[in-house]
């Protein structure tokens, strides 16, 4: 049934595309929703009473659906994400691809939160809308609405099958959760900044099918739970650390996406880093984003950074500010566990991110004084759901001991050597690889908070690290007696 299923639905949640002046008599009265017909009466070489529109030489069957009252898009709701998702999931045997008019204004957002929920997707849904209303003559949105019907009746037509989540607004093609919205005004009003466009509409539709995601090997399933408890924050040279408190202390928070600078540096007043790691230990999961338009988080490579990392904060790496939002609340509502809920954030689930961390935990421990080497056994490594750590796809390995302090708690020098998986916990094990993983050293100072040690682990170790066995980590002191809280190895890996 499935691969037989042909045409198209066409599901209409209103935007612009289907809008109208709200006072017929007067063109400049605020736009307002209309009903589904104004849309699909303007729609060329369609077939209303057939149910079918003639495209490229053959026609296609295209059915229709509409929201009960169509919004504008920025009264969506995480349950109209749960509605649609709802909807195609009981269609999706019944047709080649979907097309959802949107309003341009959150098209970002439910495009990201449904790649997230449809899991095993192996048909197109492409996401569109318009700038200016398709009653309008110099409107965008015919050329929109028709390509992004001819993007998704691809098998009918005998073009390429896009098993994705996408947008399609006007000359390209992008991945749902890679979109960002660019311009209030522009007719190209959509983005990907840290992912190519994977279709270009000009003359001719061309799909690069070697940025397509595999198709699926299990049927569709859609997870339908979002956790709404969450909230986002664009922080601000000179923002009150009150503000951040207050929104950190908000009544069943549950996550907070934090749009950071640059890659991911912050303030590093021990107030707004107290405000952090006090959320964190409350078990409120703080996923941290850049606020420039493109490019990565790396947390830790600055100082200003890497109190956070020490504090629990989550590098988003290079998601979008809607994949990021949508992704907390996803990932939230399937696992409310924190911790577990912080390493899948870290891992890429659709696409949305270049790169993934699978991260091996150990726990804290302390030494006594100098030679003696305790030795503390990681945890199972996190493993999420069948995304298996590709070691070929490895890129870096870094070592990360956090929440250091001298052992009495005086201010003293703090150095360490690490090693992994010693034959035997020997007092002197020599420092050279495969077994040693590096040397740090730091100042720790009590009105400074505890400190982080963190170092690239280099190659000739890094072979002997492996995401998916036990590991051993052993922590030499050579200065002052000292103490950990936790300590990580973080894999970053090549997304697929
Ligand atoms: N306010 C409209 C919406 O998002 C804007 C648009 O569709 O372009 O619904």
Redesign the pocket.
Known sequence: MTNDAQGVLVIYT????G?LPEDPQDPLSP?V?KKLDEVMSRLPNYDAANSRITLAGSWVRLATHSWETP????NMTFGDWQSLATLIEANYDSYEGFVVL??????AYTASALAFMLDNLGKPVVLT???RPIAETRSDAVQNFVTAIEIAAAKSLGGVVVPEVCVFFRDHLLRGCRTTKLSANAYG?FSSPNYPYFGHAGEHIRILETLLRPLPDGPLRVRHELESNIASLDIFPGMSTALLRNILTTRGLKGLVMQAFGIGNAPTTPEFLDAIADAVEDGKVILDITQCRSGEVDLGLYEVSAGLLARGVISGLDLTPEAALTKLAFVLGQEPDADRAADMLQIDLKGEQSKSIFNIHFPGGEVAGEGEAPVSTNQATPMVEGRRYDPTKLQKALLRVMGLKTLDGSAGKITLRAFLDLPEAGQHPPAEAPHFLGEGSKMYHPAGGPESIFFEIDDAARQFVSGSSSHALTIVSLAEPMRWAKANIALVVAAS
């Open positions: 209103g935007g612009t595309i809008s736009l929703p919004v504008d898009s920025s949107h309003g341009t204004d959150t098209l809308g318009s700038q009003a």
